[in-house]
């Protein structure tokens, strides 16, 4: 039985998102600003992924992807210069979606509430490195691609590497050139798969002891 | 909602495809275009699509020096798929290699803080620039502490000590935390061992000291290790680094000002010796510099010149 009942909610989004609007003097250019989420943000997803399986069960996993996009949206708004905590921000930012989609709502189911109530204080704290840098990071790219099929690896590194165009690689492998970009679309969607999922055990069991915490505090 | 978060993603990884390579035709644009404004959800996943794009190729960048490059003599065709495999492999191996043989690095560059998670469940929080390399023997843990500053955070496993080398210090802690700091050692500085929780043993040439929590240890070459207890409340103030900032209670602006040109590429300069003693109270955002030159010239009493890389405070 799902209950679902008119509540007043009574936890306010939490608005630090600076700068709603971006001014013309824009301090990053796009590539700079991609950049940016590429190391600030994106290595954050997972853990995020993981803090909203563990914390809004009420919610499906494709309502978590929604929200991940949404947050994409709303970070790309905001000036990184002004943005000391970029994990904490992308929590909030995930928190803040979720009231306000609650608020739409107006109905919501009960127990969703004491998710969102629960939510607080997570951004302050330190999470697990998630942080590939430079040589690592490559090692974990180079992991993912070995794992690519093979057609699709092939079509990845002459890309990537080898920055040969669409109709060169065409030609090296014998293929059309709509399925040179068809390969490289669903590396790329592999890719994102598996860089923002990657989670050791120990990830998961640690956020599933600060949920245990949670619940025993309440 | 169903599955149109999954179908968004796809079509983000398309257009992102297709304007990386180049190949979007005037139609293809108009489409993008209208795709793009239907909605927020649109722009996240294009946002999303180019940030893991922007990761693949700032990764794929540092992979350029181990495939052919424009520098060397262009390879025909037909060679170009092998080597791309070889240099994939080459990478797999020496990725193994330095995995194996030579231990993981890591590094944080000035004013940064990068929080590790080791495969043994210990944590280890490197502060500014910090240089570790992590060994994971099957029946030791060995970090060699390159540079700079760490909080070790140690999973209790009695038949594998933890052990941290710093310059010709060995620090053993079997479960507890601790932060090893050696500014550099090279040029004959001190090397400082804090205990926070349970004990660590520090070996040096020159003797060996039980470290218990709540006290501090430090190390100068060819002395043994002078240990003393602290108050808890310096223990914080000495871990205050963990959230970005920097905390002095009297300690002489001297000591403060190394402090934060640690954390910080604008260095703060201090010519006059008098002044160099005085000491300062107060908490400061770490790689903020120019503040904390600012807010000790005002209690100071002295005035703040920016020259150019460094920020000078001298007398009034």
Sequence with gaps: MIVAIYVELSCQPSYKEELPDRTPTDPLDAAARYRWLA??????????RLWLQSRVRSLSTADHDDLIQEAYARIWKSDPTQIANPRGYFYTIVRNLLIEEARRARIVPLERL?????????SEEPGPEQHAHGRQALETLCKIIATLPNKMRSVFNLRSFEGCSRKEIAEQLGISERTVEKQLQNAHLRITEALTKQHSRRDIAQHSLTRKEHDADR | MTRTGKRIEQEAAGWVVKTQLGTLTPEEQTDFQQWLATSSRHQGAWIRANTIQASIESVAALGAGVTPDAARPRISFQWRLPLAAAATLLLAVASILIYQGLGDRYTSGVGELRQVALTDGSTMLLNTATRAIVKMKPDSRDIQLDRGEALFEVAHDVSRPFLVHAGNITVKAIGTAFTVK??????????????????????????????TADHHASVQPEAPPKVEAIERGEAERQLAWRSGRLEFDGQPLLEAVKEINRHSRKHVIVTDPVMAQRPIVGSFRAIDSE????????????KVILDGDVIRIEPK
Aim: proline letters at 3%; glycine letters at 10%; hydrophobic letters at 50%.
């Design chain 1, 39 to 48: 190391v600030n943000i994106l290595p954050c997803e997972g853990e995020v």
């Design chain 1, 114 to 122: 004491g998710e969102i109530e629960g939510l607080k204080f997570v």
């Design chain 2, 182 to 211: 050696m500014n550099d050692a090279l040029a004959g500085e001190k090397i400082e061992v804090l205990v926070t929780q349970g004990t660590v043993e520090v070996m040096s040439p020159s003797g060996t000291a039980r470290i």
């Design chain 2, 291 to 302: 503040s904390f030159a600012h807010i000790a010239a005002a209690t100071l009493n002295a």
